[in-house]
Nanobody, 125 residues
Framework: QVQLVESGGGLVQAGGSLRLSCAAS????????ITWFRRAPGVDREFVAG????????YYASSVKGRFTISRDTAKNTVYLQMDGLKPEDTAVYCC??????????????????WGQGTQVTVSS
């Protein structure tokens, strides 16, 4: 069993930065890929970034590539999403999800074993 808890969200001005954390409990965290999704009001959940279970592969949505960086610290059981150059359109609830031995590439939502509750990111113009 793995529990995921997101943190680091908040209110920031356009052009600013935030670092989100996805902290996991459970001894098997290192065997799970972690993917970040976001959902804005009235919009379907969308893929943001993913990192493979061993950290060897990373994937980004085209809308965030070059601005966001995903990384994992296995010793801390945490995956980070560094968000720079934030834009108002990045405003959303961000949540992380885990899939066993995944590549980090987005898959069907039903394939994810565990989900976090999410953290709100608001970017003002």
């Amino acid at each position: 069993q793995v529990q995921l808890v997101e943190s680091g969200g908040g209110l920031v001005q356009a052009g600013g930065s935030l670092r989100l954390s996805c902290a996991a409990s459970g001894r098997t965290f290192s065997t799970y890929a972690i993917t970040w999704f976001r959902r804005a009001p009235g919009v379907d959940r969308e893929f943001v970034a993913g990192i493979s279970w061993n950290g060897g592969s990373k994937y980004y949505a085209s809308s965030v590539k070059g601005r966001f960086t995903i990384s994992r610290d296995t010793a801390k059981n945490t995956v980070y999403l560094q968000m720079d150059g934030l834009k108002p359109e990045d405003t959303a609830v961000y949540c992380c999800a885990a899939d066993s031995y995944g590549s980090g590439y987005p898959v069907m939502e039903s394939k994810y074993n565990f989900w976090g509750q999410g953290t709100q990111v608001t970017v003002s113009s």
